[in-house]
């Protein structure tokens, strides 16, 4: 569809205004929005919400002392501060070694869960098994007490003391 | 050199080949077909996997990222799936098979346009395809028609288990499945459905749908990214949280709280169109249809908010059994079109042929070469306007 307003680009907003039951409908680019005053917020990446995120925390400094945000991993190489540039990490270690950084950041993105719960490889070890097993029977045991379906917890509960004897 | 320049332009045209083979018909996701066709779209589920012992790909030298591709791509193409695989080599690709590979929604636009070795193993059938090396080693979907999250997510997982007996993926009990960005961590699952909802927008309720996706921590974007939302109505909703919350969750929550919300919601508005707004609707359908029937020159931002309100017309048609005098006239249509529509009338099949096979990077595929905007636009509307004038 063509803005309205310069005739040439492609209307990428689209202003709908009720005013006095009168109903008006105005498409326009973002540059002629811009200049109607019309903020136009354009779609902030994964990557740039991370970083931003990322920024909110408390810096490595005042966790760590200075040196630890430049302290390359010793697998990849990679960095706190390369991080907070990309969104993305250098290798699957990263986790393990930035784990205290990274933290408050998956607890953030992930509505403030920390640990795995579902699929797990079939060739894991015998512990981390039951590591997983054991957080997906707590999650199953918070659904059963959240639907107040007190006959499934118990036996959930039960399960979940045997696996931890 | 030369060898090299001849290997690299018989890679492109056999490339050329294998897309062409599909470029002309629409894809089984995107056949209007499947449980609740009138609303749901499709049905997607994506899984991200990475290799132990490798590191993530922004980390990863050009020879790593090769062995990463060489490796998954054996695995890929070794599996038994029931269907036909090819693979592209994305890379090498030209700009216009990558933008053709977008907008059949086969690999991503980051993984169109990234750098590096990387590639995509595609089902003939399009219900499965494998991006290799976009911004996790793998990235493999499962798509089908109308609301199917059950079904996309017991094949996906029967891939997964295959794909698993070759090849060790990092993993971490406390974490689950690592990723190169810690949003997908966990899970590393992405439930997605498409949703048309052309009468939330048409009574001025699409806050709504927003506001319910917001409350449900879902992502809303558009078919073809940013924008591409408000001229087609076609928004596809994902899960945001893929840590601490199982896959089977995330799907049962999908199919038994949202979908059934948001279609609840875009049904009430098509059901007040019918009864309070009637002339408003009519008014959408017929202008869309005039133009549609007579332009000469026609984007491809204005066909696909044009047949976004055919789409509508024919599914209140035969879904709600509406007759408004509009759609009446829609439905009595006969299509010139036989090898696709041997039935009299407009059916959403052709719609959404229209509408997939005139977006850019299709239109010239099929045509065998390269056009520019103008002639585009023309090739679009004459494409359209023979598909839907009557057959007299």
Redesign the interface.
Not at chain 1, 86 to 92: E, K, Q, R, W, Y
């Given at each position: 569809?063509?803005c309205q307003i310069c005739k040439k680009k492609?209307?990428?907003i689209?202003l709908?205004e009720?005013a006095e039951g009168l109903?008006t409908e105005v498409h326009m680019c973002e540059h002629c929005a811009q200049e109607q005053g019309i903020a136009a917020k354009?779609?902030i990446s994964?990557?740039e919400l991370?970083s931003s995120l990322l920024a909110a925390q408390p810096t490595d400094d005042e966790l760590f002392g200075p040196s630890e945000h430049q302290t390359p991993c010793p697998?990849?190489?990679?960095t706190l501060d390369q991080f907070r540039k990309?969104?993305?990490?250098?290798?699957?270690y990263d986790?393990?070694i930035f784990e205290k950084s990274?933290l408050p950041?998956?607890e953030k993105?992930?509505?403030g869960?920390?640990?795995?719960?579902?699929?797990?490889?079939?060739?894991?070890s015998q512990?981390?098994?039951k590591?997983?097993e054991r957080s997906?029977l707590r999650?199953q045991l918070e659904?059963a007490v959240r639907n107040e379906d007190y006959e499934l917890a118990a036996k959930l509960r039960d399960k979940i003391k045997k696996y931890e004897s | 050199m030369l060898d090299a320049r001849y290997s690299s332009s018989i890679e492109q045209r056999d490339t050329r080949m294998k897309l062409t083979e599909i470029s002309n018909d629409i894809n089984e996701w995107f056949s209007g077909s499947g449980p609740l066709a009138d609303i749901v779209i499709s049905s997607r589920i994506r899984l991200a996997r990475n290799l132990a012992d490798h590191k993530f790909l922004s980390h990863c030298s050009t020879a790593e990222k090769s062995e990463i591709l060489e490796k998954l791509k054996d695995v890929l193409m070794s599996l038994e799936l029931g269907d036909k695989t090819f693979y592209v080599s994305v890379d090498k690709a030209s700009a216009l098979n990558r933008n053709f590979l977008v907008e059949r929604h086969l690999i991503s636009r980051d993984h169109a346009f990234s750098k590096g070795p990387r590639g995509v193993v595609i089902a003939r059938r399009e219900f499965f395809t494998a991006m290799i090396n976009e911004e996790d080693h793998l990235r493999m979907q499962v798509l089908k028609a109308g609301c199917q999250l059950s079904q996309c997510a017991k094949q996906i997982n029967h891939i997964d288990d295959m794909i698993e007996q070759k090849v060790d993926y990092a993993f971490s009990p406390r974490y689950g499945y690592l990723t190169a960005c810690p949003t997908n961590l966990g899970t590393a699952i992405r439930v997605s459905v498409m949703l048309h909802l052309p009468a939330l927008k048409m009574t001025g309720q699409t806050e709504k749908f927003f506001n319910a996706a917001r409350d449900m921590n879902l992502a809303v974007r558009g078919l073809f990214g940013e924008g591409t939302e408000a001229a087609s109505d076609l928004y596809q909703i994902s899960n945001q949280v893929t840590l601490g919350v199982s896959e089977s969750d995330i799907v049962s929550q999908f199919e038994n709280t949202i979908i059934p919300e948001i279609v609840e919601y875009e049904n009430t508005a098509r059901n007040q169109l019918l009864s309070t707004h009637m002339d408003t609707l009519d008014d959408k359908i017929s202008r869309a249809m005039a133009l549609l029937q007579n332009a000469h020159l026609i984007s491809s931002q204005e066909a696909l908010f044009l047949l976004s309100h055919l789409r509508l017309g024919v599914n209140m048609h035969e879904h709600m059994g509406a007759s408004t005098p509009a759609i009446k006239k829609l439905c009595s249509l006969s299509n010139t079109d036989s090898n696709i529509d041997e039935h009299r009338g407009l059916s959403i099949t052709t719609v959404n042929r229209l509408f997939m096979l005139t977006l850019p990077a299709h239109l010239q595929l099929n045509h065998g070469k390269q056009l520019d905007s103008a002639r585009r636009d023309a090739l679009r509307a004459k494409i359209i306007r023979s598909a839907l004038n009557q057959d007299t």
């Open positions: 569809m063509q492609t209307a990428t689209h709908t009720i109903r354009s779609q994964v990557n991370l697998h990849c190489g990679f990309a969104g993305v990490l250098g290798c699957p986790y393990e990274l950041l998956i993105a992930h509505d869960k920390t640990s795995h719960c579902g699929k797990a490889p079939s060739r894991i512990p981390a098994k590591q997983i997906n999650r659904a | -």
